[in-house]
């Protein structure tokens, strides 16, 4: 399915020398442990027992996502193109005003965030697949959208949409991505963006394909980012909204506990990774990968070109990662500060353990025999994960 690649020798784009100077230069500085000690944690067998109870909450029609409101209850958004405002009793109310999308293979209604300041303004973010129809093929682009959720008499609505990004050219082909995460102060707001199942795009510095951007909440530039000067100039300012190159298939991004951003994304065949996000640098995708082609032509491995930033942990076999929440509840202890990930082809939820020095493993791969694709921590410490099914049901875990 993906058999393109990539040489970068004598490139003339500006863009891209600058990635690659800003990798060199960070290789330098930051942390070289991790080009020789990236961890394969493919292929771990799951704990002989989970260490929760499982309750079911509600079922929904392939829900992609989940995110909690201050007061505790859920948005969940369904594939097709509904969301639904859940509490924990498991009573849905659906949320009308969305937008049409593109519904059709990995494209849809994708990710939800609440605003930081959800008390005070009401607004909800999200991302879907917004659809053009081209002669017989629909076309779409990843669009960053956000509204004021409203409500009244027991219903609830999407009230003054704004588009505020849409990814340019539109295509025809899946691997979005659409994960959004705050920063801790609340005056950004990151989005990871996939390559659209054409690998090239991730290195090409005037498409936000394979990239994750950064925005200021408004979805204007932020000032200080690794190429603001080039705002205005792109349809799509891709190049001044880029903050990291090179990604393939990103459907996990959440902020750590430290301020750390994280992201994993599926590799081809074997190569599932979860990167350490920094500023300016290039994550190699499709010049490099810790898998292969599907086609089984081998791709030369990170730790040959150390230009580009390798993955702190990948997984061969893959685990196809959707979902990414650090904890910090009290009802895990041993848990806390673990990246807690949903697999999709691993059944399973995946908790990753760092240490000190920034290094990181697999700690427990638990066995949930079906697709995980979000998770999200309650107040109280409770997980909730949705599956991703039809149904699919949503579940609080809690410690047996």
Do not use: C
């Not at 609505?157 to 994960?179: A, F």
């Not at 920034?358 to 410490?381: K, L, T, W």
Request: glycine letters at 10%.
């Amino acid at each position: 399915m993906l058999n393109g690649r990539v040489k970068i020798t004598g490139l003339k784009h500006a863009g891209i020398r600058y990635f690659l100077v800003s990798a060199i230069a960070a290789s330098l500085f930051s942390l070289p442990v991790f080009a020789s000690q990236s961890v394969n944690a493919g292929g771990r067998a799951a704990v002989a027992e989970n260490p929760f109870k499982v309750q079911e909450i509600a079922e929904f029609n392939t829900p992609w996502a989940i995110a909690f409101l201050p007061d505790q209850r859920l948005l969940v958004t369904e594939k097709a193109g509904h969301i639904f405002l859940t509490d924990r009793a498991g009573k849905k109310t659906e949320v009308s005003n969305v937008p049409a999308v593109s519904f059709e293979g990995q494209n849809g209604l994708l990710d939800i965030a609440v605003s930081p300041d959800f008390t005070s303004d009401r607004l909800v973010y999200f991302t879907y697949a917004e659809p053009e129809r081209s002669g017989k093929d629909v076309l779409s682009s990843l669009t960053l959208a956000r509204a004021k959720l409203s409500e009244k008499d027991g219903k609830a609505s999407l009230d003054d949409l704004t588009v505020m990004w849409r990814q340019l050219p539109k295509s025809k082909w899946g691997q979005p991505g659409g994960i959004i995460a705050f920063s801790p102060d609340g005056k950004y707001l990151y989005l990871s963006s996939g390559d659209r199942m054409n690998p090239k795009t991730a290195q090409d510095p005037k498409l936000a394909l394979g990239k994750v951007l950064r925005f200021n909440r408004d979805g204007s530039v932020p000032q200080d980012n690794p190429r603001a000067d080039l705002a205005g100039q792109d349809e799509d300012n891709a190049r001044a909204l880029t903050w990291t190159t090179g990604h393939r298939n990103p459907y996990g991004l959440a902020f750590a506990p430290d301020g750390k951003l994280w992201l994993h994304e599926m590799g081809p065949k074997g190569g599932d990774e979860l990167n350490l996000i920094k500023q300016g640098l290039n994550y190699g995708w499709p010049v490099v990968s810790n898998g292969t082609q599907y086609s089984g032509e081998p791709i030369p491995h990170h730790e040959t070109r150390p230009e580009f930033e390798p993955p702190v942990v990948y997984w061969t076999p893959v685990i196809a990662p959707a979902g990414l929440a650090f904890y910090e509840g009290a009802l895990f202890k041993n848990w806390k500060g673990s990246a807690l990930i949903g697999g999709l082809a691993s059944m399973a939820l995946i908790r990753v353990e760092f240490k000190e020095d920034g290094s990181a493993d697999e700690a427990e791969r638990y066995d949930m025999e079906n697709r995980i694709r979000d998770v999200a921590i309650a107040n109280d410490g409770s997980v909730y994960v949705i599956e991703d099914d039809i149904p699919g049901r949503l579940l609080r875990l809690t410690p047996k």
